[in-house]
């Protein structure tokens, strides 16, 4: 039998579907990797080209975030009317599992590698259920490697994804994560990824680590990064900002090989950081802390949401002036978007200042719900410009003109933002 594992593509004419450098899903890979031998599986990725509908296949396996899930249904739409069973697992399925089930034939919630064999044991047996639990979390312990020869003849930039942690210790409000992981902080043993590592040295040098805190516990991270040293891995991952106050923790990740960091700073207004739950975070200290990341070879992928209810008109400049002053490597500048699960969307609704349910605008690129200090147009402008702003040719050189090792991979970063972004431009003009 054969399992068609599909990703939906992003709309063309937003910004997340004009990206040219595109990462596979490390979710679907791991799925494969906990199927029974006796299923073939193949992968389609519509961001790597377009879906084949009369693929030869038995099952059809979907997931998918919150703007891709009108493109989901679509795609189920489109096999089901050919006599294929589809199901669908990821974060919008599992936080609005009904409304999938109207477009599917099974759903996956949550964490899937304990769930999926059983699933498809009962597809087999001809008695499919409609909805499919974790009995509980997978120990760490059993994560098995990644199939990741599903990727091949894609395309990606790399597919040296993996996972070392689930879970984040931290219960920010806009967060999804801690509504699909939970707070509970759960980790691979440091000797399994390290083997997991050598395996994949040689395939490409560099490395992603899918992680939403890779720090959060310094004896995990320590010797996970000492045992690193040495193996010549150029990677990437997800830390707090405050990961600068650790020098012994930051030497031993810039030793390992790390070039870079997603770091949300989220706001420069410390009452909006208490208001979303960031804890963590001291916007008075945010320059000297960018400086000891860049003292240790280790870039800044910034983070900052806009629409927070102390955000104005004004903080869209403030930004700016940060980003260059701090020589922020890269950044997103997501618009404050209510996703279904989180603890920002329950306040909103009981607002009732949700504007939009519209999946497909649930793409941090859109408003879909009424600010405080500004109209929802000023929002939208706001990061509008903000966008071309920071990703302008002067932007960049007062940002990454200096040499640092980690201009390596954001210098390409900056171009394929500023190139995605033009391409959006034109799309909203026409």
Request: charged content about 25%; some cysteine; aromatic content about 12%.
């Amino acid at each position: 039998m054969k399992i068609l594992f599909v990703a939906p593509g992003w709309p063309r004419g937003r910004l997340w579907g004009e990206l040219g450098f595109k990462f596979p899903s490390l979710a679907l890979a791991a799925l494969a990797a906990v199927t029974p031998p006796e299923w073939d599986v193949a992968l389609c990725d519509e961001s790597r080209g377009a879906i084949d509908f009369n693929a030869p296949c038995d099952l059809v396996a979907i997931t998918a975030m919150t703007p891709q899930a009108p493109r989901a249904y679509e795609i189920a739409a489109g096999f089901r009317s050919r006599g294929k069973t589809v199901v669908m697992g990821g974060f919008h399925a599992s936080n609005l599992p009904d409304e999938a089930l109207g477009h599917v034939d099974a759903v996956v919630v949550g964490e899937g590698e304990l769930s999926w064999p059983l699933l498809l044991a009962d597809f087999q047996a001809g008695r499919l259920q409609r909805l499919y639990r974790s009995p509980g979390l997978l120990p760490m312990a059993s994560i098995p490697v990644a199939r990741r020869e599903i990727f091949a003849g894609k395309g990606y930039l790399l597919t040296n994804t993996l996972q070392t942690t689930r879970g984040c210790p931290f219960d920010c409000e806009f967060c999804s994560v801690t509504a699909f992981y939970g707070r509970k902080y759960r980790e691979r043993p440091v000797e399994a990824v390290l083997a997991e590592l050598e395996t994949l040295r040689k395939a490409n040098s560099f490395a992603f680590f899918v992680d939403d805190n890779l720090v959060a516990d310094r004896r995990y991270a320590l010797p996970l990064f000492r045992g690193m040293k040495g193996m010549g891995f150029k990677w990437l991952s997800h830390a707090p900002i405050d990961f600068a106050g650790d020098e012994e923790l930051m030497r031993a990740a810039g030793e390992s090989g790390c070039i870079g960091m997603f770091v949300g700073f989220e706001s420069l207004d410390q009452e909006a950081l208490a208001a979303m739950g960031k804890v963590t975070n001291s916007s008075s200290a945010f320059l000297d802390q960018a400086r000891k990341f860049r003292d240790h070879g280790i870039g800044i992928l910034g983070s900052f949401v806009l629409g927070y209810d102390g955000d104005t008109p004004d903080s869209f400049g403030r930004i700016l002036r940060f980003c260059e002053e701090a020589r922020i490597e890269a950044a997103i500048f997501p618009i404050l978007t209510p996703y279904p699960g989180t603890a920002v969307r329950r306040r909103l609704e009981a607002e009732g200042r949700i504007t939009s349910n519209d999946w497909r605008d649930y793409d941090m690129g859109h408003v879909t719900f009424r600010p405080t200090k500004m109209t929802a147009r000023e929002l939208q402008e706001g990061h509008d410009w903000l966008n071309r702003s920071f990703y302008s040719f002067g932007s960049m050189w007062r940002r990454i003109g200096k040499l640092h090792r980690s201009v390596q991979v954001f210098g390409p970063m900056n171009l394929g933002f500023r190139n995605a972004i033009r391409k959006s431009d034109r799309t909203k003009a026409s």
